[in-house]
């Protein structure tokens, strides 16, 4: 009997051998339902029963919610699952004779018609069954009323008939909540799978803006993920808020030494850039330290102009300024710092006219302070004038009786001797160059300048970087020597991309290659230090 869909309540009886059931209207059991197919399924009568087949049906079949494709045997109650159409197989035998020809209890052999009852005289009229050998057999079951039986067995079928009813709309029913619960759990798995989407989505926003450096941003959107699902991702999104919490900050910082680069407050700059903590964003800080530290150069140029004008107090303050500005980038700079000092004696004896030249402890001072200032011959006359008192007078005496001895054969010197020469004008210059030592540097830095193209020519970067630096110390302006350094800093870095390479398969190899970027890098360039941690990190092994 049809359940549910279109032919709901109709009955369908099994009638031969196998019935087709489908929507075509020539089949047995035709069903008008678009989601049963034409030739849909196939029940068929079996040595033990009926049993039901899909026909390769569009929406297949189902027997008690279960899909099936083989033939399976029907029991009696099974409901049978066609598309929208359910059917509730009732099994034969339920409540109907049993055919004579088969073997029932009051029949066992099944082959022989039973003999019908009869009355006779020796039983008093009550009916007795022939034992099949022409003798009666009296019992208590034929002694029954016919219309008794009758009864009697209409009564069980309309109880089982009403059994079925409620047992099929129990069915029904629950079908049909069953079917609510289908549809709401189909809606939550789509509401969960478009809410991983949208999860999903935005975690790919945020880690775009992770890469792009915009931690501001992203923080945003990682946040947002935590408020719409604490669970999505939860290791990954707090790691990534946890940097941002950490990068924001050296951000602003970043900005802000950028900022005082730019306006040429290399003490607030380097201040800044000294609480930089980063872990993702070295390159920007090495590009501002880059920046700082040419700066300081350029300071350092206007410092060294500043020192024609002795007798000026504004220029002499501006002079302490630049200076007091530099050391704060360059800590350890001697000629800022010397020129600080300069600076310094120059405000105290402009504002105090009155006081004596030199004090009378420390005569080499004024010896050193007239060298600087391109004064050779009074600088020596005030070293030997001390001489006698103070050993510091009679190291001038000597250093500048040597200095003015080989700057009258510049062109026979080589350039060891050159280097060694403008070395000790700074050390009688207390620690930066003096003007008398202009023609030394000219020499000096076309001789290196030369070897340093040289070497560059052979790939002995190393060297050439070397002779670079010193042109450049010499002369900061030198364009030359700022594209080999400039060059050189490449070099280093492709230098230590092979050594990184041969790390494990050649040790010493890789050693050698980090110990040459370390001599073609300067201590704070950032090639630098990785070198020196992996020559130490081999070292160990």
Same mark, same amino acid.
């Given at each position: 009997m049809a359940q549910t869909g279109p032919a709901s309540g109709q009955e369908f009886a099994l009638e031969g051998d196998e019935l087709v059931i489908g929507r075509a209207a020539d089949n047995p059991v035709s069903i008008p339902d678009t989601s049963v197919s034409r030739k849909h399924a196939l029940v068929r009568k079996?040595?033990?029963?009926?049993?039901?087949?899909?026909?390769?049906?569009?929406?297949?079949?189902?027997?008690?919610?279960?899909?099936?494709?083989?033939?399976?045997?029907?029991?009696?109650?099974?409901?049978?699952?066609?598309?929208?159409?359910?059917?509730?197989?009732?099994?034969? $035998?339920?409540?109907?004779?049993?055919?004579? =020809?088969?073997?029932?209890?009051?029949?066992?052999? $099944?082959?022989?018609?039973?003999?019908?009852?009869?009355?006779?005289?020796?039983? =008093?009229?009550?009916?007795?069954?022939?034992?099949?050998?022409?003798?009666?057999?009296?019992?208590?079951?034929?002694?029954?009323?016919?219309?008794?039986?009758?009864?009697?067995?209409?009564?069980?079928?309309?109880?089982? $008939?009403?059994?079925?009813?409620?047992?099929?709309?129990?069915?029904?029913?629950?079908?049909?909540?069953?079917?609510?619960?289908?549809?709401?759990r189909a809606a939550e798995r789509r509401a969960g799978q478009e809410h991983q989407a949208a999860m999903a989505d935005l975690f790919k926003e945020a880690k775009t803006l992770v890469r792009q450096g915009k931690w501001a941003e992203a923080k945003t959107k990682l946040e947002e993920i935590q408020t719409e699902d604490a669970e999505y991702e939860t290791r990954q999104v707090e790691n990534y808020i946890k940097i941002a919490d950490t990068e924001i900050p050296n951000q602003a910082l970043l900005a802000a030494a950028n900022d005082a680069i730019a306006k040429g407050e290399l003490g607030k700059a380097a201040e800044a850039l000294g609480k930089v903590k980063t872990t993702t964003q070295e390159a920007a800080v090495a590009s501002a330290k880059e920046t700082l530290e040419a700066k300081a150069t350029d300071k350092m140029g206007e410092a060294r102009a500043l020192l024609a004008f002795a007798s000026d107090l504004a220029k002499m303050e501006e002079l302490k300024r630049l200076c007091e500005d530099i050391l704060l980038v360059r800590v350890d700079d001697r000629e800022a710092s010397e020129l600080k000092k300069t600076a310094e004696s120059a405000i105290y004896k402009i504002k105090n006219p009155a006081v004596a030249e030199a004090r009378p402890d420390t005569p080499w001072l004024e010896v050193s302070a007239?060298?600087?200032?391109?004064?050779?011959? $009074?600088?020596?006359?005030?070293?030997?004038?001390?001489a006698n008192k103070f050993a510091q007078c009679r190291t001038f005496e000597a250093n500048i009786k040597d200095f003015e001895a080989k700057s009258k054969r510049l062109e026979e010197l080589n350039e060891n001797d050159l280097i060694a020469l403008y070395d000790l004008d700074k050390k009688i210059a207390g620690g930066t160059s003096s003007e008398l030592s202009r023609p030394v540097r000219t020499q000096m830095v076309s001789k290196l300048f030369v070897k340093a193209s040289q070497a560059k020519t052979t790939g002995n970067w190393p060297r050439a970087i070397e002779l670079a630096r010193k042109v450049q110390q010499a002369d900061p302006g030198h364009v030359g020597a700022q594209a080999l350094i400039n060059e050189g800093r490449t070099q280093a870095r492709e230098a230590y991309l092979r050594g990184y390479q041969l790390r494990e398969t050649s040790p010493e190899e890789a050693i050698k290659l980090f110990k040459d970027v370390m001599s073609m890098t300067p201590a704070d360039d950032e090639t630098h230090q990785k070198a020196k941690s992996r020559v130490t990190e081999l070292q160990r092994q």
């Open positions: 079996t040595a033990d029963g009926w049993a039901v087949s899909d026909l390769g049906s569009g929406n297949g079949t189902m027997l008690n919610g279960e899909a099936i494709a083989d033939e399976t045997p029907l029991s009696d109650g099974d409901v049978i699952t066609l598309g929208d159409t359910e059917l509730r197989y009732a099994g034969a $035998g339920g409540g109907a004779a049993a055919d004579p =020809g088969e073997a029932t209890a009051e029949n066992p052999a $099944g082959s022989a018609r039973a003999r019908p009852p009869v009355r006779t005289a020796r039983t =008093g009229g009550a009916i007795e069954r022939s034992t099949g050998r022409g003798r009666p057999v009296r019992t208590s079951r034929m002694a029954e009323d016919p219309e008794e039986a009758k009864k009697k067995r209409r009564k069980i079928f309309l109880g089982v $008939g009403g059994s079925l009813v409620v047992i099929m709309a129990l069915l029904v029913g629950w079908k049909a909540i069953d079917n609510k619960r289908a549809i709401a007239r060298f600087k200032n391109g004064d050779s011959s $009074g600088a020596l006359s005030l070293a030997q004038a001390c």
